[in-house]
């Protein structure tokens, strides 16, 4: 079992910065991606942002694309969301979510971003809230 807690979260104005953190309970290394997703009330839980822990390669949604950056730690066991030019529809709660699948690459299914179905592993979340 691999438990996933993020930090970071928060009230900002629009425009402003938050740096959303999940720590892992596992190496990050036994994993073969993790992400970010956020749901708003009422509405769908959202792909937002995932990496390849091996590699690096990042994928993302069009609604975050030059704005948001997911990073990794490997020796922290630790995935960042490096978040920028937040809009007041960004606001929602922010999950992070690892998937153990080796050998598995999405390809074309995540050309708009994550899908939440490929994940197993989920984090409580983190509320993030942006003023206009």
Excluded at 14 to 28: D, E, I, P, V, W
Excluded at 63 to 87: C, E, H, P, W
Aim: net charge positive; with cysteine; charged share 15%.
């Amino acid at each position: 079992q691999v438990q996933l807690v993020e930090s970071g979260g928060g009230s900002v104005q629009a425009g402003g910065s938050l740096r959303l953190s999940c720590a892992a309970s596992a190496y990050t290394y036994s994993m073969n991606f993790m992400g970010w997703f956020r749901q708003a009330p009422g509405k769908e839980r959202e792909g937002v942002a995932a990496i390849y822990i091996g590699a690096g390669s990042t994928y993302y949604a069009d609604s975050v694309k030059g704005r948001f950056t997911i990073s990794r730690d490997n020796a922290a066991n630790t995935v960042y969301l490096q978040m920028n030019s937040l809009k007041p529809e960004d606001t929602a709660m922010y999950y992070c979510a690892a998937l153990r699948r080796p050998g598995w690459f999405p390809g074309a299914r995540w050309v708009d971003g994550p899908k939440a179905a490929d994940f197993r592993y989920w984090g409580q979340g983190t509320q993030v809230t942006v003023s206009s």
